[in-house]
C-alpha cells in the first residue's frame, strides 16, 4: 500500500497535516499574514489546507501551493472550488525546495515539511528565496521535549530541544514574532485521528485490497507513537521576521 494513500486517508478527519487544532492554525495565520498580506507561498503544502483556510478568511489574498503529490493538489483544488476560492489559488506539482518563482511573497509558509529540505535552517533559507521585503515566514518543525531513545531518533530525526531549536533560528538571521508549541491535546488527538481514522477505514471497507494493510499501518503507527515517541517529541510552529542586520 502506497504511502500516499496511506496518508490520504488517514488525514481524512485532521486535514491539517500537523499537531494543531483549528484555533492554532487561524492564529498562527493572523499572525503571519497580519493586514497587510496580498501573497502567501506554501512550500509543501499537500492538500492545500492552509491555503485555502487563507483564502476563505482573507479575501484579498492570492497563494500559491507546490507539493510533489498529484492527487494532493488535486483535494487542494477540489476543496478550493468547493468553497469558492479557486479563482485566487494557483497550484504546482514540483519539488518544494526546486520551485522558482518571479513573484515574492509576503508570507512564505512550510509547516511539518522540512524533511524535504533537509531540516528547519535549509526550509529557511529556501523560503528567503521567495520572500518579499518587511515578509515573514511560518514554519512548523518538530523538537524534543526530553531526551529520546535512539529509536525514536532513528524514527522521527535528530531534532534538538526547544531552546536550541530557536537559538539556531536566531543565529541564523531570523527573529521570532509569534510562536506555538503544540499542546499534549493537539499531539495526541493529531496521533489518535491519524491511526483511528485509518484504522476505521480498513474495518469500513474488508474487501479492499489495501484493507489489512491499511489497518497493519494503523496498528504499527500507534505502537511506535505510544511506545516510543510520544514523551519526547513536541511541534514547534514559529513566526519570523528577518533581522535587517541579517544577523542577531
Same mark, same amino acid.
Given at each position: 500500500?502506497?504511502?500516499?494513500?496511506?496518508?490520504?486517508l488517514a488525514h481524512a478527519h485532521h486535514p491539517v497535516a500537523s499537531p494543531l487544532g483549528?484555533?492554532?492554525?487561524?492564529?498562527?495565520?493572523?499572525?503571519?499574514?497580519?493586514?497587510?498580506?496580498?501573497?502567501?507561498?506554501?512550500?509543501?503544502?499537500?492538500?492545500?489546507?492552509?491555503?485555502?483556510?487563507?483564502?476563505?478568511?482573507?479575501?484579498?489574498?492570492?497563494?500559491?501551493?507546490?507539493?510533489?503529490?498529484?492527487?494532493?493538489?488535486?483535494?487542494?483544488?477540489?476543496?478550493?472550488?468547493?468553497?469558492?476560492?479557486?479563482?485566487?489559488?494557483?497550484?504546482?506539482?514540483?519539488?518544494?525546495?526546486?520551485?522558482?518563482?518571479?513573484?515574492?511573497? %509576503?508570507?512564505?509558509? $512550510?509547516?511539518?515539511? !522540512?524533511? @524535504?529540505?533537509?531540516?528547519?535552517?535549509?526550509? +529557511?533559507?529556501?523560503? *528567503? =528565496?521567495?520572500?518579499?521585503?518587511?515578509?515573514?515566514?511560518?514554519?512548523?518543525?518538530?523538537?524534543?521535549?526530553?531526551?529520546?531513545?535512539?529509536?525514536?531518533?532513528?524514527?522521527?530525526?535528530?531534532?534538538?530541544?526547544?531552546?536550541?531549536?530557536?537559538?539556531?533560528?536566531?543565529?541564523?538571521?531570523?527573529?521570532?514574532?509569534?510562536?506555538?508549541?503544540?499542546?499534549?491535546?493537539?499531539?495526541?488527538?493529531?496521533?489518535?485521528?491519524?491511526?483511528?481514522?485509518?484504522?476505521?477505514?480498513?474495518?469500513?471497507?474488508?474487501? %479492499?485490497?489495501?484493507? $489489512?494493510?491499511?489497518? !497493519?499501518? @494503523?496498528?504499527?503507527?500507534?505502537?511506535?507513537? +505510544?511506545?516510543?515517541? *510520544? =514523551?519526547?517529541?513536541?511541534?514547534?510552529?514559529?513566526?519570523?521576521?528577518?533581522?535587517?542586520?541579517?544577523?542577531?
Amino acid at each position: 500500500m502506497r504511502r500516499e494513500r496511506i496518508s490520504q486517508l488517514a488525514h481524512a478527519h485532521h486535514p491539517v497535516a500537523s499537531p494543531l487544532g483549528d484555533e492554532s492554525v487561524r492564529r498562527l495565520l493572523e499572525r503571519g499574514l497580519g493586514d497587510e498580506a496580498r501573497h502567501v507561498l506554501d512550500l509543501g503544502c499537500g492538500s492545500g489546507e492552509w491555503l485555502v483556510r487563507a483564502l476563505v478568511t482573507y479575501p484579498r489574498l492570492r497563494a500559491v501551493g507546490v507539493d510533489v503529490s498529484e492527487s494532493a493538489l488535486t483535494r487542494a483544488r477540489h476543496t478550493a472550488q468547493i468553497l469558492g476560492v479557486a479563482d485566487r489559488l494557483d497550484l504546482h506539482q514540483a519539488d518544494a525546495a526546486d520551485f522558482t518563482s518571479t513573484q515574492l511573497f %509576503d508570507l512564505v509558509l $512550510s509547516v511539518g515539511a !522540512a524533511h @524535504a529540505f533537509g531540516g528547519l535552517l535549509a526550509t +529557511l533559507a529556501a523560503a *528567503r =528565496e521567495h520572500l518579499a521585503p518587511g515578509g515573514r515566514v511560518l514554519a512548523g518543525d518538530g523538537f524534543w521535549e526530553r531526551d529520546p531513545s535512539p529509536d525514536a531518533v532513528e524514527m522521527l530525526g535528530d531534532f534538538t530541544d526547544l531552546a536550541t531549536t530557536v537559538d539556531r533560528v536566531t543565529v541564523d538571521g531570523w527573529i521570532p514574532v509569534y510562536g506555538h508549541v503544540s499542546t499534549r491535546h493537539e499531539l495526541d488527538a493529531y496521533e489518535w485521528d491519524w491511526t483511528g481514522t485509518l484504522a476505521s477505514w480498513a474495518l469500513d471497507h474488508p474487501g %479492499d485490497p489495501d484493507s $489489512s494493510h491499511a489497518l !497493519a499501518a @494503523a496498528a504499527t503507527h500507534r505502537e511506535e507513537w +505510544l511506545r516510543v515517541y *510520544r =514523551e519526547a517529541f513536541g511541534f514547534v510552529c514559529l513566526v519570523l521576521r528577518r533581522n535587517s542586520e541579517g544577523s542577531v
